[in-house]
């Protein structure tokens, strides 16, 4: 999460879509009242809040616990999104290394059909079909969210910034999500994440 009063722009942190190279990269360049949840265990510290604060509220907690209401009505509001079979895939390695007593050695199929932790954040950014922020980019088109801010607040990422800072990237042993899904999961993330599926367009292939 990163709620910047100098470049006026709020970031909503959604889960497993690099938001923690967003706040490595942009960290630098806040302001000294500026906002950044960070994180100890990608080493971007915490800016204004307390160290080890959950980054990934919604956009309603962060409205009413750092901004006024001119503040958040005329600030860029922004959040990240990635295809729904992609993300769980990601979430399912991310937690067997975080929660090994938990998860580690259990198979895919079972991960999606019984965890309470499946990265599901579209109340993070929506309220009962109506988004409440102004852009979500797409994980797949990465450098179309970082040019946006090169434009909008005169950052100057390259590809080589994003894509050479990239957090977790070691995490993950496959690649392709496809190699994982069976049919039973593929069904059951289709309903679970309908809404984010339907907003964005997203498809299994």
Known sequence: ??????????????????????????????????????????GTPAKNIQEGTNGHIGWNEIKNKFC????????????????????????????????????????FEKY???????????????????VKIDKIYKYEDMMEMYNDLNDRFGFKYTAIDVYGTRMKGDVRKERDYRKLHTPRTIDFVARFFKPVIELCGYTYD
Request: aromatic share 14%; with cysteine.
């Open 68 to 107: 006024t209401d001119d503040q958040w009505n005329n600030t860029f509001k922004f959040t990240i999104e990635r295809n729904p079979w992609d993300k769980v895939v990601s979430s399912y390695y991310w937690h067997q290394l975080i929660k090994p007593d938990q998860y580690a050695g259990m198979d």
């Open 112 to 130: 999606i059909l019984t965890s309470q932790l499946l990265p599901m954040d579209y109340n993070a950014y929506a309220l009962r079909g109506e």
């Open 1 to 42: 999460m990163i709620v910047s009063y100098q470049h006026n722009f709020v970031f909503v942190k959604t889960r497993k879509t690099a938001g923690s190279t967003l706040e490595k990269l942009v960290s630098p360049f806040l302001g000294p009242e500026d906002i950044c949840s960070g994180s100890p265990r990608d």
